[in-house]
Structures are given as C-alpha cells and as structure tokens.
C-alpha cells in the first residue's frame, strides 16, 4: 500500500487537474462561442440596416434625378417659351404656361425632398434646400411679372425684370448640376470599394 499511498495523491491530484481544465476549456468554449454568435448576430444587423438605408438612398435618387432634369428642362426653356416661338399665343399665355411647367416640376421636387428627408445625407439635403429657396424667389418673381402683365395688360416685360429672373434661373440651374454632381459622387464611392 505504500506504493498506493504514494501514486493516489498524485492520480487524484492529476484527476482534478485534468476535470479542471477540461471544464475550464467547456466553460471559455461555451463563453467565447456566445461572444462569436453575438458578434455575427451584430455584424448582420448592421449589414442589414445599412443595405436597407443605401436601398432608400437609391429609390429617392431614382425619382429625384428625372424630377431633376424635368426642372432643368423648365429652367433651360424658360426663355424660349417666354418669347415668341408660339405666334398663336400672347405673351401672357406663354408666361402663365411656363408658370404652370415650373410650378409642376418645383413642386414634384419639394415632394421627394421631404417625403425623404431622413433617407439622404445632411449634404444633399442642404443642397437641395439652396435650390429649393433660389426656385421659389423665381418661381414667385415670375407670377409677378405675369400678374403686372394682367394689370397693365401689356405684352412684355421690362429687360431688367427678366433678365434677373433669368440670371435667378440659372443659379437655380447650377444648382441642379450641383445636386446630380453630389448624387454622382455618392454612388461613385460604392463603386470604388
């Protein structure tokens, strides 16, 4: 039994040993399983919240860029409209038809903004703002102009008067380039990664 007396410690002794670290083992396995799944599970989400924001993203700038180059036309036409390419119709009925182009085009474009709002980056939306201010000062000049043209009932207007509208219009047009600049640049860097 000497012998035994001797062994049995250092076999009970390896025994535990060995339990100990086979549970410790179970124990760290189980816990940095946990920690992998929890960052797998985070990973996801985020993945998933991102796609579905650049999918938004998209779809309002696949409705915003032909409202945008709808608006441009307008802007760009304004002057060809306002003169006489329709001999069949007084100068008034030119400007209120333009008035009625600019005001569809602005408004479809005040729609997408701030029915999208969250959905775009601070940069665009300030943008978008700029243009939307520098169309409206325009846009409101121009009734005015038709509305003298009611009340004087003349057929045209003061150079002054409309070439600032048109130099207005063409902020407002560099404006628009701005924006599809932006929105160019945006995909652009999906592009590159």
């Known amino acids: 039994m000497d012998a035994l007396d001797k062994v049995l410690p250092g ?6 040993s060995g339990l100990l670290i086979a549970g410790v083992g179970t124990v760290l396995k189980g816990y ?16 998933h919240a991102r796609k579905a924001l650049f999918d938004r993203e998209t779809e309002f700038y696949l409705k915003l860029s032909p ?18 390419d329709s001999p069949d119709k007084t100068a ?11 005001c569809k085009t602005y408004n479809e474009v005040i729609a997408l903004a701030g029915a999208n709002r969250p959905f775009y980056t601070k940069d665009l939306e300030e ?7 520098e169309c ?6 121009h009734q005015i102009i038709i509305s003298e043209m009611i009340r004087t009932n003349k057929e045209f207007v003061l150079p002054s008067d409309y070439q600032e509208m048109r130099n207005g219009f063409r902020r407002a047009l560099q404006q628009i380039t701005v924006i599809q600049d932006r929105m160019r640049s945006h995909f652009d860097q999906y592009r590159d990664s």
């Open 127 to 133: 943008k978008l703002d700029v243009l939307i201010k």
């Open 92 to 102: 008034l009925e030119r400007r209120q038809d333009t008035q009625q182009k600019l």
């Open 136 to 141: 409206s000062m325009w846009i409101d000049q």
């Open 32 to 47: 940095f399983d946990r920690k992998i799944e929890a960052l797998k599970s985070d990973l996801s989400w985020k993945t």
């Open 67 to 84: 409202a945008l180059a709808s608006l441009q036309d307008v802007l760009l036409n304004v002057t060809a409209s306002t003169s006489l």
């Open 11 to 16: 076999l009970i002794s390896g025994l535990i």
